[in-house]
């Protein structure tokens, strides 16, 4: 990847694609980064017949002049919205998620919406977001309906080595946003006849064991951002119910690609899949070190 990296945003015409813009837009000022804007057109299927090739190659100069409509669109309301960052677009002929993907590698965040239409149909929450964020080289960050402007970052601890890089994207955003952290971990999972059942003493060690995980996770980070608060949260609730639940009043969430223990199957696995399509705010998936 090279050293300035663009943030790289996916664009289809939609709404939420507009938001993703502006969500990538800001944090192109905030890092001091170039913008790059891209919307990927469908290349034309095969076609057996003189009438049939002719419909698809009308099909697919429609589709690559929406594309390009949607990226000069979403140019013009970067160039309003990040002023002195440098700002460019492309349209790129392929199949929405491989592309998207091999994009990744160039870029240091790629932001897209959470649904879309047009150029990059089916993107997101579909098989297009689910392969990119899963599998891109770079964070993802989704954008829906809400961009809030205050709030502190949340971001998802486990233990396992993709939520240490989540942690360092989340304190690097908390950082860039000039906000507070609230670092959740989460060793729920069981159901309320569990919990009925198990001794008072087992359940405060459960508790006590989780808290001393976190503060070890979060250890020597305030060395490096000294003026972001943490607020760490231990919780016995499922991990996507908490983080759901802290979304409303967040600006931002991130969580690791994957993970173990209290966010075992993350992502992109059931907890991910409801974080990403139910959190009231942006949220970031950090794939990890490779």
Request: with cysteine; aromatic share 4%; net charge negative.
């Given at each position: 990847?090279?050293?300035?990296?663009?943030?790289?945003?996916?664009?289809?015409?939609?709404?939420?694609?507009?938001?993703?813009?502006?969500?990538?837009?800001?944090?192109?000022?905030?890092?001091?980064?170039?913008?790059?804007?891209?919307?990927?057109?469908?290349?034309?299927?095969?076609?057996?017949?003189?009438?049939?090739?002719?419909?698809?190659?009308?099909?697919?100069?429609?589709?690559?002049?929406?594309a390009e409509a949607a990226v000069e669109l979403a140019k013009g309301l970067a160039e309003d919205t990040a002023e002195g960052v440098t700002v460019s677009g492309e349209v790129?002929?392929?199949?929405?998620?491989?592309?998207?993907?091999?994009?990744?590698?160039?870029?240091?965040?790629?932001?897209?919406?959470?649904?879309?239409?047009?150029?990059?149909?089916?993107?997101?929450?579909?098989?297009?977001?689910?392969?990119?964020?899963?599998?891109?080289?770079?964070?993802?960050?989704?954008?829906?309906?809400?961009?809030?402007?205050?709030?502190?970052?949340?971001?998802?601890?486990?233990?396992?080595?993709?939520?240490?890089?989540?942690?360092?994207?989340?304190?690097?955003?908390?950082?860039?946003?000039?906000?507070?952290?609230?670092?959740?971990?989460?060793?729920?999972?069981?159901?309320?006849?569990?919990?009925?059942?198990?001794?008072?003493?087992?359940?405060?060690?459960?508790?006590?064991?989780?808290?001393?995980?976190?503060?070890?996770?979060?250890?020597?980070?305030?060395?490096?951002?000294?003026?972001?608060?943490?607020?760490?949260?231990?919780?016995?609730?499922?991990?996507?119910?908490?983080?759901?639940?802290?979304?409303?009043?967040?600006?931002?969430?991130?969580?690791?690609?994957?993970?173990?223990?209290?966010?075992?199957?993350?992502?992109?696995?059931?907890?991910?899949?409801?974080?990403?399509?139910?959190?009231?705010?942006?949220?970031?998936?950090?794939?990890?070190?490779?």
């Amino acid at each position: 990847m090279a050293v300035n990296a663009p943030i790289v945003v996916a664009v289809d015409g939609s709404e939420q694609a507009s938001n993703a813009v502006r969500w990538g837009s800001r944090a192109a000022v905030r890092e001091n980064r170039p913008l790059h804007i891209v919307s990927v057109a469908a290349p034309p299927e095969p076609a057996f017949t003189l009438a049939a090739v002719s419909a698809v190659q009308s099909a697919a100069a429609a589709g690559r002049a929406f594309a390009e409509a949607a990226v000069e669109l979403a140019k013009g309301l970067a160039e309003d919205t990040a002023e002195g960052v440098t700002v460019s677009g492309e349209v790129i002929e392929g199949r929405p998620a491989l592309t998207l993907r091999e994009i990744s590698s160039r870029a240091h965040t790629l932001v897209v919406g959470r649904r879309g239409l047009g150029g990059v149909r089916g993107l997101l929450l579909g098989s297009v977001s689910t392969h990119v964020a899963a599998h891109a080289e770079c964070p993802v960050v989704v954008v829906s309906d809400r961009l809030p402007s205050s709030g502190p970052v949340v971001v998802g601890v486990d233990g396992s080595p993709t939520s240490t890089d989540a942690i360092t994207q989340a304190f690097a955003q908390a950082g860039y946003l000039d906000t507070s952290l609230v670092a959740v971990h989460a060793y729920g999972g069981f159901s309320g006849a569990a919990f009925y059942e198990a001794a008072e003493d087992v359940l405060r060690e459960l508790n006590d064991e989780a808290r001393e995980t976190l503060g070890a996770r979060l250890a020597g980070y305030s060395q490096d951002y000294p003026d972001v608060d943490v607020e760490p949260v231990v919780t016995a609730d499922s991990p996507s119910d908490r983080i759901t639940e802290l979304s409303t009043d967040a600006q931002l969430v991130v969580v690791g690609s994957r993970g173990r223990g209290g966010f075992r199957g993350l992502m992109l696995g059931s907890t991910s899949q409801a974080v990403l399509h139910v959190a009231q705010c942006p949220v970031m998936v950090v794939q990890g070190s490779q």
